[in-house]
């Protein structure tokens, strides 16, 4: 199992950016998917989850009304738009996912116990 996570970058305060995760995954559509995102020295933190059945999602409080994740099973990907950028979203990005979950366990879980991750992409925002 892969899950390559791509298009970070520097981008100023108040810009937009996407992020993307492929996955190669033979039941995708099976995956509820998460983005956490982490920088040196602190933990690994939720930022969004699309529950497996992909109708419900879950944010951080910290990025709610800024960024939406989304789906799409038939390209095995998944997206996070983050829009309103701030300094503190600079983090590395990651992308997760485990088997028949939910939007809200992904949010609530500790992340020790989500199966399967991605490489980080790094977001810098700057003031």
């Known amino acids: 199992v892969q899950l390559q996570a791509s298009g970070g970058g520097l981008v100023q305060a108040g810009d937009s950016l996407s992020l993307s995760c492929a996955a190669s995954l033979s039941t995708f559509s099976t995956y509820g998917m998460a983005w956490f995102r982490q920088v040196p020295g602190k933990e690994r933190e939720f930022v969004a989850a699309?529950?497996?059945?992909?109708?419900?999602?879950n944010y951080a409080d910290s990025v709610k009304g800024r960024f939406t994740i989304s789906r799409d099973n038939a390209k095995n990907m998944v997206y996070l738009q983050m829009n309103s950028l701030k300094p503190e979203d600079t983090s590395v990005y990651y992308c997760?996912?485990?088997?028949?979950?939910?939007?809200?366990?992904?949010?609530?879980?500790?992340?020790?116990?989500?199966?399967?991750w991605g490489r980080g992409t790094e977001v810098t925002v700057s003031s």
């Open positions: 997760a996912a485990d088997r028949y979950t939910t939007a809200q366990y992904l949010g609530e879980t500790a992340p020790t116990t989500i199966k399967f």
């Open positions: 699309i529950g497996w059945k992909g109708s419900t999602a």
